[in-house]
């Protein structure tokens, strides 16, 4: 019986650190998932500067542009070929921008959902295998109870 409490205490202890872990793992996937929002945060103050950016340089194209046209026509081509080279560069770095965010963010949701699930079937097995062991002690214990009673009353 003393064998039996004293494996008892063992997967008690197991399963403290089986609860354990899984906090541990709970505790990274929060850490992952407020570092993805940072990014998202970051991303999105570097897309409202880039759209800024594009602001300014459409309200200089407009003040070029009317000064331009005052003095010569073909100057005003030139710049507007040139800004309009700046703001196809500009849409299509932000456009790159946006997509690399969606591939990171579905990257680390897939990952996260690969994590959940990996420790969810390693936490189901291992209560089965202490479940199972626990059984198993109960019936070894019961047997070797009877046994001594039989010895005890000279059967």
């Not at 070929?81 to 790159?96: E, H, I, Q, R, Y």
């Not at 089965?128 to 005890?152: I, K, P, Q, S």
């Amino acid at each position: 019986m003393v064998v039996v409490v004293m494996v008892a205490v063992v997967v008690a202890v197991v399963m403290v650190a089986v609860v354990m872990v899984v906090v541990v793992v709970a505790v990274v996937m929060v850490v992952v998932v407020v570092a993805v929002v940072m990014v998202v945060v970051v991303v999105a103050v570097v897309m409202v500067v880039l759209v800024m950016v594009v602001v300014v340089l459409v309200v200089a194209v407009v003040v070029v542009v009317a000064v331009v046209v005052v003095v010569v026509a073909v100057v005003v081509v030139a710049v507007v070929v040139v800004v309009v080279a700046v703001v196809v560069v500009v849409a299509v770095v932000m456009v790159v921008v946006v997509v690399a965010v969606v591939v990171v963010v579905a990257v680390v949701v897939v990952v996260a959902v690969v994590v959940v699930v990996a420790v969810v079937v390693v936490v189901v097995v291992v209560a089965v295998v202490v479940v199972v062991a626990v059984v198993v002690l109960f019936v070894v214990a019961a047997v070797v109870d009877v046994d001594v009673v039989g010895r005890c009353q000279g059967l």
